[in-house]
């Protein structure tokens, strides 16, 4: 690659910081639909954006949900092409007293810059923009035919997405997609992801009596379902951390022996990694070592719990009704559908008749893994090890991104998961962050990236 | 009584009515810190009725929380002297949409009056008023002497009022108590009740880590606080619905075989109270009837939970702390303190390692058990069937009203509770309602209660 691309992106780094912080001052929050106008505003910029690169065929594409920001540039004869993935949608920012900076002001603090949406993924969408835009003024062309594809329901469940990618499947067509949505193995160590957990995720709604009843005047006569919410969670998994849903481990594929092994050599630092995240002690399935647990192992998750009276003091109420969110990660052969009905079975076995028990499937994800040999991969490790003077290691990750499948199963195409944020960023916490230097050094890298692939011929 | 009095008293009706709609226009909730103005405005006003009806030595009396209101009349020479207590504050109104007319404009349907605190306690305090008023007006004179003494904090556990009733002893020296703030037995079933059940209320805090982390990167790996709540929570009841606390039940006073009898004989129907409380069964303890269970047998139940992600869709989080309001209800001889410690030792021993738990007590309060053949429970049955044309039933309440333990043990005196509510008037709930038929006869049996307590010589 010629040196002036990387002078070039070296030179701009305070624009591209500035630049970014527009982008992350859109609260585009698909989750909550007063934020509808945002999440199209946030569609709009990122068009505009294409555009002002130099970008061709830059449009909005509408769906029965938040708008598709399309792109492409063609112009690299006889080279492959790749389609660039990302969303423009952010989760919601609550508990937003917790935040240091306020969510939508991004703010830089000691080589990190603070903002929903910094990590995942509007920045790692950026770095992208960047490394085009950087090939285009300097080269006047990219080495690689690049297809960008930017939705805005990640953070729903991309729920349109699926019908989208099979209705436009021509227009998506692609050698490889690369998608820049998971963070690195940890600070300092690059690393390519080769296997995503899926996800099946639902709400659950006990109804006691018509209404809320004083404690006092009806405690011990009628089930309370707040206290029938803890006995149907507490069910879901045993003392070892096993979740008990009947069938549940029937479809996962057994850790092979050399990726136990191959993970055992990583440096991770589990008192660390403990300490980091302020827990009193890890916990997780018995038999499994820490990182096999969150990226090779399904888990059980309570995700939210509402009833009765929550404010401050005390209420003296038996609740009319209790909630909670709970989703469930699954990890390759587990198929969504099939565990959401051994789930919905389960808990109609084990919820007693006192109560209404109303099961609401929210959104699912397959499970995804590559086959981390191919050449797309390989020419992604050359360009991280360009970018971030080091080779990359090769991992899996907890998180879910289902539209990989779809792509392998749609378009009929690999993914490379080329992630640059850093495990503790709070993606979908308070104080989400970006460290700069990682987003300077990933502009670097797909710079190398869209040349790497264009030898690929 | 002289026959003026009832006349009076059914010729003013319709000025009750309004006059109670103004009283309970006043959002005196404690719970709430914003609306501490509208409590002092409530004992302000309760103040201002009970000059203006003639009572004598009318104050505000400040506490360290919310003030309580005194006024008395001593002219009856010779007669006993009762100590009215009541309540001028209010439960909140959350959830305030499933109010079918607003909470603080009260509205007249069917008979019946809408408002917070109708019932619970205000219209119960006001029927009290228009008695006295009515001697006063009337007769020009009480046939009793009568200490008025009404607080402001009962909905928050009353926590000034012992130490004030022990500051006050002398001001609030009596011969019986008299309170009417419980439901009659039912519908056209006036009642006395002879006992009550004591409150050890909590908060449940459970930290897992430092702040809330996703799902997907680090499901599996940690402790999520809102399952190991739910576990918690699991293990405070078995299945038959008995508390498994060590040592709850150790002081728990077996109900007597005569009692058990007297109340199957009560006109109790369990399908229409079920088909009223709209659930699907009725749940309790194994080897109690439902009255049994309410009114003789302790409880543990769940008053409010709240953690994680909470809104419409799905956000997916590991939330860093989970709440739970819990509460149990007590019979004699148990005693709030000694099951508080129980509960604190029996979460301690489930409670796993890996998340922080934080338990606060919030309040308590004593069971209370009456022996009803005394000379004033007595003289409550006869005014009771003067007001409402039949003798009352006597009966327990699952509810609880610490003071009146207090009562017995500062001032010695028995209380008499004079309850005209009903049971399914939404107290702590939405839509709370008084009927204002009882209203109106226990307006004419208080008139009476005083002219029988007054002959007690």
Known sequence: MTNNIVDFINLHRDRYVEELKSYLAIPSISALPQHQPDVRRCAEWTAQELERIGMQNVRLIETP????????????????TMLFYGHYDVQPVDPVDQWTSPPFDATVRDGEIY???SADDKGQIFMHLKAIEAWLKQAGSLPVNIKVFIEGEEEVGSKHLDQFVREHKDQLAADVVVISDSPMFDRGIPSICYGLRGLAYFQIDIRGTKTDLHSGSFGGAVANPAFVLGQIL???KDKGGRV????????????REEEREQWKRLPFNEKRYRKDLGAPKLFGERGYTTLERVWARPTFEVNGLLAGFTGEGAKTVIPATAMAKISMRLVPDQDPDKVATL??????????????VTLTRMHGGKPWMADFDNRYVQAAGRAIEQGFGKSPVFNREGGSIP???TFQE??????????IGLPDENAHAPNEKLDLSNFHNGVI??????????KLR
């Not at 598709?68 to 080279?79: C, I, K, M, N, S």
């Not at 008990?244 to 850790?255: N, S």
């Not at 789930?343 to 209404?356: D, G, Q, R």
């Open 65 to 80: 949900g938040n708008p598709v920001v399309y792109a492409d540039w063609l112009g690299a004869a006889g080279a492959p």
């Open 115 to 117: 903002a929903r949406g």
């Open 234 to 236: 507490a069910q879901m």
């Open 244 to 255: 008990k849903i009947a069938g549940f481990y029937d479809d996962v594929r057994p850790l």
């Open 343 to 356: 789930f919905e079975a389960y808990v109609k076995k084990v919820a007693p008749k006192t109560v209404e």
């Open 403 to 405: 539209v990989v499948s």
């Open 410 to 419: 749609v378009l009929g195409v690999p993914s490379v998961l080329f992630g």
């Open 445 to 454: 890298a797909a710079a190398f990236l869209y040349e790497e692939l264009g």
